[in-house]
């Protein structure tokens, strides 16, 4: 193995027939967090999505490899169970669906796609209030419906919170930092940095550089009009955040 | 007929004739537009016979093809009697619901068989449940039946009642049950249309609210090949409050119908509908809610909403919400939507490891769950619950076609 844990070569996707990712390159290898940076529309959730499996997405050219395997070819949730976890940019609501019932059938799907023993009840609980206490996140949110009249933090505290539980190898964060204040935000990354191990690899999707002061990227990569225009090391984001992206704009056209 | 003294004869006579004359509805009767029985071949079924058998140790006040075959122990300040033993009864049956031009409640008027009163005592605040367990039997044959129960809260009596309508083989029911609720009277009334899936049944429950009162419904309509429930209510004292929450799964070939018809007479009373209906395969669903408001209900707040979840391009919806509004201060709204499972929802939970089948179970589940958020005993809840899971079982993986 090349130490690589994903491998984006030559990736085209669309929606609706229309083509939004135009040919990305990109290799994120095991234990290291990637930023990819991009304005409005240049394709960033569209590259989230079709590394996650939502349909509607047809990738058209290309291939990604995962753990030196096909990920295109797994379903979403097969992708899940394989260590692939996407942090909503807007995490959904789902009234009618106790936080109980639907990270205990979470974390026992993911133990059964690897045959391990399902967790009873009060197993789950246990480790369910073990990581709750860790991140802060009030025991009290897990018996609400998920996600249900939360605030944009706890929206995300909660979307780490799965994270823990199911202990991904590849974490991917859709414009994690949409609708948090400056402390929601710092919250939030300091949970991230917190998973950050040799096992663990992240692409961190974003429009501002703010959230790079707290999650620290080994490159960055800039995406316009559906491609990786430019590579480079951290300092590639703090020149963005000066200078924009209306030169790669022009470049790209 | 054993209540042959009780129902005045006059009026049972009366709505026999009235029935004769009336036929059972067509679509060509407007409040039957979406449900036609005239298809339906009455002779077919046999009038069932009395049920000689007793039931020991019932936990239920227990009726069987309409006759009363065990009385469970009753709480305090809860008492039952048959309505040919209750003056009170007899001078309102049939009053809070009136057979006027309805053919259902003429027929269920002038055949039912063992008719119950349920009286709870003023103040009492009845903690445990009381239970009616309707049943049928149809092993010998197709039989109709006809069930009928008044209840009667006095002022500032809390109750909770649960009925369950259940049954075995081909049948053609009514259940005409009519509540009286004294001012500040609380009733929690739960009721669950579990029939036979052969079985044709057609409730209706009318409530009449005093002042302060307060009618908490709660409406599970699972089993019937045919099956409607029809709900009355007539806001008649202020401040008055009626919450009525219904679930439905239509599956197969049911056909299952939620009709209401509200009258606020009273100023400053509440009315809260909320109805979800799961169809799969064949089912039709039918949601007609009328809201009357009259002149003299100022500062009335009427709220309805019909919820519909389509698993199968082959099933069906009728809503037909309808205000009628002559008091000016009002805030009153309806609403009524149709829709699949909800892909972001879908999305997100197969995004954390839950494949599609069981994801759409959630979801469904989830969708009627919330049905279910007034009541608040545990143990109730938890048996409304399994009945509902138990319904919609295997449903998730039917709709991933």
């Given at each position: 193995?090349?130490?690589?844990?994903?491998?984006?070569?030559?990736?085209?996707?669309?929606?609706?027939?229309?083509?939004?990712?135009?040919?990305?390159?990109?290799?994120?290898?095991?234990?290291?967090?990637?930023?990819?940076?991009?304005?409005?529309?240049?394709?960033?959730?569209?590259?989230?999505?079709?590394?996650?499996?939502?349909?509607?997405?047809?990738?058209?050219?290309?291939?990604?490899?995962?753990?030196?395997?096909?990920?295109?070819?797994?379903?979403?949730?097969?992708?899940?169970?394989?260590?692939?976890?996407?942090?909503?940019?807007?995490?959904?609501?789902?009234?009618?669906?106790?936080?109980?019932?639907?990270?205990?059938?979470?974390?026992?799907?993911?133990?059964?796609?690897?045959?391990?023993?399902?967790?009873?009840?009060?197993?789950?609980?246990?480790?369910?209030?073990?990581?709750?206490?860790?991140l802060g996140v009030p025991e009290e949110m897990l018996k609400r419906?998920?996600?249900?009249?939360?605030?944009?933090?706890?929206?995300?505290?909660?979307?780490?919170?799965?994270?823990?539980?199911?202990?991904?190898?590849?974490?991917?964060?859709?414009?994690?930092?949409?609708?948090?204040?400056?402390?929601?935000?710092?919250?939030?990354?300091?949970?991230?940095?917190?998973?950050?191990?040799?096992?663990?690899?992240?692409?961190?999707?974003?429009?501002?550089?703010?959230?790079?002061?707290?999650?620290?990227?080994?490159?960055?990569?800039?995406?316009?009009?559906?491609?990786?225009?430019?590579?480079?090391?951290?300092?590639?984001?703090?020149?963005?955040?000066?200078?924009?992206?209306?030169?790669?704009?022009?470049?790209?056209? | 007929?054993?209540?042959?003294?009780?129902?005045?004869?006059?009026?049972?006579?009366?709505?026999?004739?009235?029935?004769?004359?009336?036929?059972?509805?067509?679509?060509?009767?407007?409040?039957?537009?979406?449900?036609?029985?005239?298809?339906?071949?009455?002779?077919?079924?046999?009038?069932?016979?009395?049920?000689?058998?007793?039931?020991?140790?019932?936990?239920?006040?227990?009726?069987?093809?309409?006759?009363?075959?065990?009385?469970?122990?009753?709480?305090?300040?809860?008492?039952?009697?048959?309505?040919?033993?209750?003056?009170?009864?007899?001078?309102?049956?049939?009053?809070?619901?009136?057979?006027?031009?309805r053919p259902v409640i003429a027929l269920n008027a002038g055949l039912?068989?063992?008719?119950?009163?349920?009286?709870?005592?003023?103040?009492?605040?009845?903690?445990?449940?009381?239970?009616?367990?309707?049943?049928?039997?149809?092993?010998?044959?197709?039989?109709?039946?006809?069930?009928?129960?008044?209840?009667?809260?006095?002022?500032?009596?809390?109750?909770?009642?649960?009925?369950?309508?259940?049954?075995?083989?081909?049948?053609?029911?009514?259940?005409?049950?009519?509540?009286?609720?004294?001012?500040?009277?609380?009733?929690?009334?739960?009721?669950?249309?579990?029939?036979?899936?052969?079985?044709?049944?057609?409730?209706?429950?009318?409530?009449?609210?005093?002042?302060?009162?307060?009618?908490?419904?709660?409406?599970?309509?699972?089993?019937?090949?045919?099956?409607?429930?029809?709900?009355?209510?007539?806001?008649?004292?202020?401040?008055?409050?009626?919450?009525?929450?219904?679930?439905?799964?239509?599956?197969?070939?049911?056909?299952?119908?939620?009709?209401?018809?509200?009258?606020?007479?009273?100023?400053?009373?509440?009315?809260?509908?909320?109805?979800?209906?799961?169809?799969?395969?064949?089912?039709?669903?039918?949601?007609?809610?009328?809201?009357?408001?009259?002149?003299?209900?100022?500062?009335?707040?009427?709220?309805?909403?019909?919820?519909?979840?389509?698993?199968?391009?082959?099933?069906?919806?009728?809503?037909?919400?309808?205000?009628?509004?002559?008091?000016?201060?009002?805030?009153?709204?309806?609403?009524?939507?149709?829709?699949d499972i909800d892909r972001q929802q879908l999305f997100y939970l197969?995004?954390?490891?839950?494949?599609?089948?069981?994801?759409?179970?959630?979801?469904?589940?989830?969708?009627?769950?919330?049905?279910?958020?007034?009541?608040?005993?545990?143990?109730?809840?938890?048996?409304?619950?399994?009945?509902?899971?138990?319904?919609?079982?295997?449903?998730?993986?039917?709709?991933?076609?």
């Amino acid at each position: 193995m090349s130490g690589m844990l994903l491998e984006i070569e030559g990736l085209h996707a669309e929606i609706d027939g229309k083509e939004i990712l135009k040919g990305i390159d990109l290799r994120l290898p095991q234990g290291e967090v990637h930023a990819v940076m991009g304005p409005n529309g240049s394709g960033k959730s569209t590259l989230a999505y079709v590394l996650s499996g939502r349909d509607g997405y047809v990738v058209t050219a290309g291939r990604v490899l995962y753990q030196g395997r096909d990920l295109l070819a797994l379903k979403t949730e097969q992708r899940a169970c394989e260590g692939v976890f996407l942090a909503f940019q807007y995490p959904v609501e789902i009234p009618g669906v106790t936080g109980v019932t639907f990270l205990k059938t979470a974390v026992n799907a993911v133990r059964r796609y690897h045959g391990k023993g399902e967790l009873d009840a009060m197993q789950f609980m246990k480790l369910a209030r073990a990581k709750a206490k860790e991140l802060g996140v009030p025991e009290e949110m897990l018996k609400r419906a998920v996600n249900t009249g939360f605030s944009g933090g706890e929206k995300k505290r909660y979307d780490a919170l799965q994270a823990a539980l199911l202990d991904p190898r590849l974490m991917i964060l859709d414009e994690t930092d949409s609708g948090l204040d400056v402390d929601a935000l710092r919250m939030v990354a300091e949970g991230v940095e917190r998973m950050r191990g040799p096992q663990r690899s992240m692409l961190v999707i974003t429009h501002y550089q703010r959230i790079l002061d707290y999650i620290r990227p080994d490159r960055v990569h800039v995406l316009v009009d559906g491609r990786i225009v430019d590579s480079g090391d951290r300092r590639l984001a703090l020149e963005l955040e000066k200078s924009g992206y209306a030169s790669y704009q022009g470049k790209a056209a | 007929m054993s209540s042959g003294t009780a129902w005045d004869q006059s009026l049972r006579q009366e709505a026999r004739s009235r029935f004769d004359r009336l036929g059972l509805p067509s679509r060509k009767n407007e409040a039957w537009h979406y449900t036609d029985l005239s298809q339906l071949d009455l002779a077919a079924y046999g009038l069932a016979e009395p049920m000689p058998a007793v039931i020991a140790d019932p936990v239920a006040l227990h009726l069987r093809n309409g006759f009363l075959c065990g009385v469970p122990p009753l709480p305090d300040g809860v008492t039952l009697e048959r309505l040919e033993a209750s003056a009170a009864g007899q001078a309102l049956v049939g009053r809070l619901l009136p057979v006027d031009d309805r053919p259902v409640i003429a027929l269920n008027a002038g055949l039912f068989t063992d008719a119950m009163v349920l009286r709870v005592a003023a103040g009492a605040r009845v903690r445990a449940p009381v239970n009616i367990l309707w049943e049928s039997l149809a092993d010998e044959g197709a039989v109709q039946f006809h069930q009928r129960l008044l209840v009667l809260l006095e002022q500032d009596a809390h109750l909770t009642l649960v009925e369950t309508q259940r049954g075995q083989g081909p049948s053609f029911s009514t259940r005409v049950a009519e509540f009286q609720l004294a001012p500040a009277a609380v009733l929690q009334h739960v009721l669950v249309q579990d029939d036979s899936l052969d079985a044709v049944h057609l409730g209706s429950s009318a409530v009449v609210l005093a002042e302060n009162s307060a009618y908490h419904g709660t409406l599970l309509q699972l089993g019937g090949r045919l099956a409607r429930h029809e709900l009355h209510a007539l806001l008649d004292g202020s401040g008055a409050l009626l919450s009525q929450r219904g679930a439905t799964v239509a599956l197969g070939r049911q056909h299952l119908d939620n009709t209401t018809r509200l009258v606020h007479r009273a100023p400053s009373c509440q009315s809260r509908q909320l109805f979800k209906t799961v169809l799969g395969d064949h089912g039709h669903g039918v949601f007609q809610g009328s809201v009357l408001v009259e002149r003299s209900a100022q500062k009335t707040n009427a709220h309805q909403l019909s919820r519909a979840l389509m698993l199968s391009d082959r099933a069906a919806m009728d809503n037909k919400p309808e205000l009628e509004i002559y008091a000016d201060d009002v805030k009153c709204g309806h609403g009524a939507t149709i829709g699949d499972i909800d892909r972001q929802q879908l999305f997100y939970l197969q995004a954390r490891g839950i494949d599609a089948p069981r994801a759409r179970q959630l979801l469904i589940e989830a969708f009627l769950a919330e049905v279910l958020d007034p009541v608040t005993d545990p143990s109730l809840r938890r048996h409304l619950t399994a009945l509902i899971s138990a319904r919609v079982s295997g449903l998730g993986a039917e709709a991933a076609v």
